[in-house]
């Protein structure tokens, strides 16, 4: 369903690991380990967004004890998890922060993209541009 092509939309995309294959909707890091300057600093930056959603998943899952043994309908799944967002955007809007809450990042910009590939060109461009 995220591979649609109007899944989401252009300028937006999943943060994967390697096991996933690159696609418009979907960024994963630059392959191999002798990598250009470039290339290593967006897989860097790539890595630590992921930590930044595995921690958030990690948030919702400890707040919401029920999230660790579901054993349902997928629909139902959906809407439960769906729920438990919703509910832990709210606490955390209320004050209560978990430990490992990090505020969101700023200064995200959108890049226009035609390909998988030149979206992960666009974007490292931009991470070089930002750092100069």
Same mark, same amino acid.
């Given at each position: 369903m995220i591979l649609a092509d109007n899944a989401i939309p252009p300028q937006f995309h999943s943060v994967a690991? !390697? !096991?996933?294959g690159l696609h418009t909707? @979907?960024?994963? #890091?630059?392959p191999n380990k002798d990598l250009p300057d470039d290339q290593e600093r967006y897989n860097n930056i790539h890595s630590s967004t992921r930590m /930044? @959603?595995? +921690? !958030?998943? &990690?948030?919702i899952k400890n707040r919401w004890l029920r999230l660790q043994t579901m054993r349902c309908?997928? $629909?139902? !799944?959906? +809407? *439960?998890i769906a729920a438990c967002? /919703?509910?832990?955007? @709210?606490?955390i809007d209320s004050g209560d922060i978990t430990p490992t809450h990090i #505020? #969101? *990042? $700023? &200064?995200?910009h959108v890049l $226009? /993209? +035609?390909?998988?590939i030149t979206k992960r060109q666009d974007i490292l461009r931009h991470l070089t541009q930002t750092n100069e």
């Open positions: 690991d !390697a !096991a996933y909707n @979907i960024m994963i #890091p630059y /930044v @959603i595995e +921690r !958030a998943f &990690g948030d309908e997928l $629909s139902f !799944a959906t +809407r *439960m967002c /919703v509910l832990h955007n @709210i606490c #505020p #969101p *990042m $700023s &200064g995200c $226009s /993209v +035609r390909t998988a």
